[in-house]
């Protein structure tokens, strides 16, 4: 449930042009994710670009897990380096982003400043402005955004599951070709808010978007316990064992041991058919019961040495050319945040789509998106599920 927030753009042309003679010539060392080939490369085009224009070096630091960036500016700001610091700009959003906003290590402020901000249109999208809920008070900028996206083996099975409660009776007679990674996994915790989100009864689900509460805890997660109850005896491997991230969930698809798998990239997947790391039978969907989305962001940290270089690249980030790019199937196949009536016709047409690959997700108004829900859920469903599952599981490692 998203609250209308009204904005006013801050800063001037001139305030800009400052920012932009201090930060040309710079270096910033962006900590991302880098366990997808294909955002990778996207992000090494990024770093030509701000060379060329702007002579920025843009470095990417490869991290298996953004907590990995936030442990680093809290260890810089508890050692007294308030000024200094090794990361410039953060890829972020989530629970990551509460933290790092609770425990002041974020810049504020900043985002709505840069020109192409505007181009959100953050009052018709207050999304842009919101991260899992909770007001980003300018701390975070857009980059992109992506939804919860289910893929399966049309060879193995014609009819997969379009609602959580078809996935239950699917799973019983096709036992074993279904699982999900192991919490604090991103794609597994994401299969379990879909899950929450999707057994809540309407008139409680206002609940998740507060604070999680020991009172409303045991009010709402006794139907996910019981949900995953059922389900996991039909699990690969019966449940008792767990993959450990979704590249190693794509290996099981590809090897045919899996005939339904999931993502939060839905790009991920056609890549893979292509790279023949898929067969070419696998086809993308969306539940009809709702695809949990949410935007993703890029934040400064609040002792960053290269402040003004990193609202470049924010920036350029937010540009057209580098949105449409990022947006194109064969590059990566994440969604604009940019509003397309904000730009000239022109502008538009690069956001026009291809000819799709088969495997591709079609967008369907049939699967309404789900609001991620405040980040307090996380913390107590990794808890309660390691508590309820872990110690009957282990992560079994796919090579």
Do not use: C
């Amino acid at each position: 449930m998203l609250l209308a927030i009204s904005w006013i753009p801050t800063g001037s042309a001139s305030d800009w042009q400052e920012v932009v003679k201090k930060g040309e010539n710079g270096t910033v060392y962006f900590h991302a994710w880098g366990g997808d080939p294909q955002i990778n490369k996207y992000i090494e085009w990024l770093a030509d670009q701000v060379k060329q224009k702007h002579n920025i070096d843009l470095h990417h630091i490869k991290l298996t897990d953004t907590s990995e960036a936030v442990s680093r500016v809290l260890a810089e700001k508890s050692a007294g380096n308030h000024h200094n610091g090794k990361v410039d700009l953060i890829w972020i959003n989530g629970a990551n982003f509460a933290a790092m906003a609770q425990h002041g290590l974020l810049t504020p402020n900043w985002a709505e400043q840069l020109p192409n901000f505007a181009l959100t249109n953050p009052i018709k999208n207050p999304a842009v402005t919101l991260d899992f809920g909770v007001p980003t008070h300018g701390m975070e900028s857009p980059w992109g955004q992506a939804a919860l996206t289910f893929y399966y083996d049309s060879q193995a099975t014609q009819s997969p599951p379009y609602t959580l409660q078809d996935l239950l009776s699917w799973s019983a007679k096709n036992s074993g070709r279904f699982t999900y990674p192991k919490p604090p996994d991103f794609i597994g915790v994401s299969f379990l808010k879909y899950a929450l989100i999707s057994l809540t009864p309407k008139d409680k689900q206002h609940l998740l978007y507060q604070a999680a509460t020991k009172e409303t805890a045991a009010i709402i997660l006794p139907k996910l316990w019981h949900y995953l109850d059922a389900l996991h005896p039909n699990l690969w491997r019966k449940g008792r064992f767990f993959v450990s991230n979704s590249t190693a969930l794509r290996r099981l698809m590809g090897d045919t041991e899996l005939s339904l798998a999931l993502t939060f990239s839905a790009a991920e997947v056609p890549a893979a058919v292509e790279r023949y790391d898929l067969p070419t039978s696998i086809r993308s969907y969306a539940m009809h019961d709702g695809s949990l989305s949410n935007i993703h962001f890029v934040a400064i940290p609040y002792n960053a040495t290269q402040h003004n270089s990193a609202k470049i690249v924010a920036n350029f980030m937010l540009s057209v050319p580098a949105q449409a790019k990022k947006q194109q199937p064969s590059v990566w196949g994440d969604q604009t945040v940019l509003d397309l009536t904000t730009l000239s016709t022109e502008q538009a047409a690069l956001f026009n789509q291809t000819t799709a690959h088969p495997s591709s997700l079609t967008v369907s108004s049939k699967s309404p998106s789900l609001a991620e829900p405040h980040p307090s859920w996380v913390a107590l469903i990794n808890q309660q599920w390691l508590m309820r599952y872990g110690a009957k599981s282990t992560m079994q490692k796919v090579n």
